[in-house]
């Protein structure tokens, strides 16, 4: 299963396969952790690589969707 990862100005995207997942991260799209052992993607601001963000491929790509309500 390939998962299109959308890149966003100004980060570098990158796959964590699930073998490198060997910690707890919060994902900031549903504020829910993800266990050890799970693929996902991490965000990483080019001026501020300590800021990387961890996400669910799901949540990544759904933060895009999202329409201000009017
Ligand atoms: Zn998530």
Request: a positive charge; one cysteine or more.
């Amino acid at each position: 299963m390939v998962f299109e990862l959308e890149p966003e100005d100004g980060h570098d995207v990158r796959r964590i396969q699930p073998y490198q997942a060997n910690k707890t991260y919060l994902c900031p799209g549903c504020n829910r952790e993800m266990p050890p052992g799970l693929g996902h993607m991490v965000a990483i601001p080019l001026d501020a690589p300590d800021l990387r963000r961890h996400w669910h491929y799901g949540c990544w790509q759904a933060r895009r969707r999202r329409k201000p309500l009017s």
